[in-house]
């Protein structure tokens, strides 16, 4: 008996240790594996990158670069909300790719001399290593949505940042929206995306449905990008003024709306491409503004109808792709 017994553990021992053996080999097949995988996800975004045609623009390339065109233009639409610009300047003018500030003012009075002395000051506080932001009121005598659009001369950079006074965005993601932005310079880069779909009439024709927010979450697409947080060319602005048909700057005027709608038109009607969402933090320091107000994407409908007629066709083109910062993400 006592021979068995002596058998019987030393054959326990050393199945144990076979299977310790296993189960440590099991786990090296397992995390070579891993590494694999790993590397092959890596092999494969740089090749994906290179295949998109995207450049890579490092964060620290703004402080190397004194050359303006690397830098961009904050276009900020403000209205009688002097808190709110000052929060929104204040935020901005610390994002290290700034190079100039451009306020479209459409007040009847001009700006204060306390506000000029704030924003100033905030500005030089901001203003680190040697860089200095240049800060400029658009004054217009008429109050018009399609003020924010005006050309504006000697611009310092090519690069705009069309923006609300009552939104901001983080500089990380302003950064990375800009770097985008530098690898195709000709479309909208944006942090707000909206989308159209086509509904069909009885009988014949068609007629375009405005979506909202809601509609880009349960489609997966989008169209386009607002100009309340978008970056584009500083072209555009002669093109909207100049080349786009006049009845549709005399519509949005008229109606109050529409004049984001109609930037989107303008350049997928020129680039014939979709324009490029980038997925980003909002904080939102006003209160709601006219989307909140009843019949809201009835009017946008109406405003998107009215712009295809006046083209002659449907310009905007839609795109489920999305631009993520992977250094905000858990997983990529």
Known sequence: MTTLSARTSLFSRRTFRQGAISALGSVKIKLLLSCCIVLTLFAFASRAASFMGWKQHHAAHFGRS?????????LINTW??????????????????????????????????????????VIR????NGRRIELKYDINEEDSLNNRFKEIKNLKTDALFSIDDDVIFPCRSMELAFSVWQSAPDT??????????????????????????????WTGTYSMVLSKAAFFHKKYLSMYTYQMPASIREYTSKNRNCEDIAMSFLVANA????????????????STGISSLGGHNEKRTECVNRFVAEYGHMPLVSTSMKVVDSRSSWFW
């Open 271 to 286: 680039t014939g491409a979709p324009p490029v969402w980038v997925t980003g933090k909002i904080f939102e320091i006003g």
């Open 66 to 74: 004194s050359h303006p065109r690397n830098g961009y233009t904050l």
């Open 80 to 121: 009688k909300r002097n808190d709110l610009l000052k929060r929104s300047i204040s935020h901005y003018s610390s994002c290290p790719g700034l190079v100039s500030i451009h306020i479209v003012w459409s007040e009847p009075d001009p700006p204060s001399d306390s506000l000029n002395k704030f924003l100033n000051h």
């Open 188 to 217: 909208m880069v944006g942090f707000v995306p909206r989308v159209h779909w086509v509904e069909k009439l009885k009988g014949e024709g068609e007629k375009f449905i405005y979506g909202g927010w809601w509609s880009v979450w």
């Open 125 to 128: 506080l901001n203003s680190k």
